[in-house]
């Protein structure tokens, strides 16, 4: 079992705690613990009267977990955290970390079925309660909603043809495994561009079996109940769909970038974004750590 800085790198973990700007006796949350980059720096900054509250769905992540009363592990998806802040009367809080997607312990593990490279059960979920494999969902699906899933969270050119393809490959033989998914996709693979197409399709297959644009929405409409005035709502996403809600929600209070407004007319919105631009690693990061290449952050401060 890898552990620490061998599970999962931590991306911008700087820039990532600055923005918390954090009070030594505050209450923080760190929504995707994973290996515990970010939640280690943060709880290095706190006093004994400071709290940290983490979340991680995966299991694999729990064993990460530091031994410190001022830490607490919710094994949860975040898309429960008031209820959970609720319960643990942690509410409201100084400041909120979330580091979307997937740890390199998970695309690493090749029984996960997270990645294209290894051969293993076409599992994908990162909660090993959800019902729902991604084999499951290959099997679910119609052509119709695989064509939506691979166009939406893939952006995969010539979704349409390529659903077409699984779900014929699909009633021949069960796609049961990352390597019968690459097999089976074989006749509509662009040579010139076979990584990159097989990452977008297994990325589109991942959000749909764990519903992360859904969890992703309801955090942040969340995130204006439980953070406190003044506190700090700090996210980095990895692709464009979680950057556009992330980017939206800063600047409208809406996840759709529509402006909200009083009755009496006057723009409201629960956060001020930092700035409209986003946070990216430098060269010299992604040299070191090429996972952190896609890497946007976002910080906006709770009006
Ligand atoms: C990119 S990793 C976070 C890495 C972490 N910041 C570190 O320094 O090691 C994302 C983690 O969040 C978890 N995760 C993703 N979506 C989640 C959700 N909706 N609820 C709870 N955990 C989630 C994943 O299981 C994974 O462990």
Not at 69 to 76: G, I, P, Q, S, Y
Not at 86 to 113: E, M, N
């Amino acid at each position: 079992m890898t552990t620490g800085s061998d599970y999962h790198a931590p991306v911008l973990l700087h820039d990532c705690v600055d923005a918390l700007r954090i009070r030594e006796g505050g209450i923080y949350v760190d929504v995707t613990f994973g290996g515990g980059g970010h939640s280690k720096a943060i709880l290095e900054k706190l006093d004994p009267s400071g709290s940290l509250v983490a979340f991680d769905r995966d299991r694999d992540a729990w064993k990460n977990a530091p031994k410190d009363d001022r830490f607490t592990l919710v094994r949860a998806d975040f898309r429960w955290l008031k209820n959970h802040l609720r319960f643990l009367k942690k509410l409201p809080i100084d400041g909120l970390l979330a580091d979307l997607g997937v740890s390199s312990h998970q695309f690493d593990t090749g029984d996960r079925g997270f990645s294209f490279r290894f051969d293993g059960p076409l599992d994908m979920r990162m909660d090993h309660r959800a019902k729902r494999s991604a084999s499951q969902l290959l099997r679910d699906l119609d052509e119709a909603a695989l064509t939506d899933v691979l166009r939406k969270y893939g952006e995969v050119d010539g979704a349409h043809r390529v659903a077409w393809q699984l779900v014929k490959a699909n009633a021949e033989t069960r796609i049961g495994t990352t390597f019968q998914l690459v097999e089976a996709l074989k006749p509509v693979t662009p040579r010139a561009k076979e990584s990159t197409f097989l990452a977008q399709v297994f990325q589109a297959l991942r959000i749909a079996v764990n519903d992360e644009l859904s969890s992703l929405e309801a955090l942040l409409t969340q995130s204006a109940e439980v953070i406190a005035p003044g506190g700090q709502l700090v996210v980095m996403s990895y692709h464009s769909l979680e950057d556009r809600l992330v980017k939206n929600w800063m600047r409208s209070g809406d996840l759709g970038g529509e402006e909200t407004k009083d009755v009496f007319g006057n723009r409201t919105r629960p956060f001020n974004p930092s700035s409209n631009k986003a946070i990216q690693p430098t060269d010299l990061e992604i040299t070191k750590n090429p996972r952190a290449r896609s890497a946007r952050l976002r910080i906006a401060t709770r009006t």
